[in-house]
């Protein structure tokens, strides 16, 4: 606690001179390592935007990222914090492209996405569950669009089929399907994925097997469809 003020003292009373900015960062610091982030964010984010040519704003902007990196939550939890960490982190990136902490921000940016890959992952599951397929579809199609990258894209992918397969979208999970083997040839769910390739030949020769029936069959009855599973 005196260090911390100490520090804002020589802020405040030495504006502007060689110490100035070394103070600022290290006021930032002593809330970073009592693990007040939203404090310490708030002090490198000063030093940033008040002393734009410090050797400390580098180092300032990557720990800001890290502030709300420390502070992201669960995956099952709101993950406010870890997109702003993210954001932060790709910042840090665009301004020091060279600085010796670009390969540990990257680093944190795949993890954090994986985390938000896993819970849209999970919110897909949670709907299947419920038989919402069709926010299921929603949720997988998310992963597979901004978190293409991650770990959880994969089955992600091969639970749209499966979602698709619930809503009797045969012909549209027959060609995600095709596009699942083109992405992922060596998959480790092969054998599941397999398996929904006969699943879905069976319905589609079955839908074809109906049609035809329909067809020969008196033209004067009117054929009712069944309302889509949801």
Same mark, same amino acid.
């Given at each position: ?7 804002? /003292? ?13 103070? *600022? ?37 990557? *720990? ?78 998310? /992963? ?61 020769? *079955? ?17 009712? *469809? ?5």
């Amino acid at each position: 606690l005196d260090a911390r003020e100490d520090f804002r /003292v020589i802020t405040l009373q030495f504006q502007g001179s060689a110490l100035a900015d070394d103070a *600022q960062f290290y006021f930032a610091e002593c809330y970073f390592r009592r693990e007040e982030f939203t404090l310490a964010a708030y002090e490198y984010d000063l030093l940033v935007r008040a002393m734009p040519t410090s050797e400390y704003v580098a180092r300032a902007r990557y *720990q800001r990222a890290m502030c709300y990196y420390e502070a992201s939550r669960p995956y099952y939890l709101d993950q406010q914090e870890t997109r702003r960490a993210v954001d932060e982190f790709q910042t840090f990136i665009e301004y020091h492209p060279t600085d010796s902490l670009v390969l540990d921000a990257e680093a944190k940016i795949a993890e954090l996405n994986a985390k938000l890959a896993r819970k849209e992952y999970e919110n897909g599951i949670t709907y299947m569950h419920m038989e919402y397929y069709r926010a299921a579809v929603n949720s997988f199609d998310e /992963v597979l669009e901004k978190y293409h990258d991650t770990p959880y894209a994969e089955q992600a992918h091969l639970k749209k089929v499966e979602a698709l397969v619930l809503r009797n979208r045969h012909g549209e999970a027959k060609a995600e399907l095709q596009r699942f083997f083109s992405r992922y040839p060596n998959s480790r769910f092969k054998s599941d994925a397999e398996e929904l390739r006969k699943e879905i030949e069976s319905k589609l020769s *079955q839908g074809s097997s109906s049609a035809d029936t329909r067809n020969r069959g008196t033209s004067g009855v009117q054929h009712i *469809q069944g309302q889509e599973p949801r």
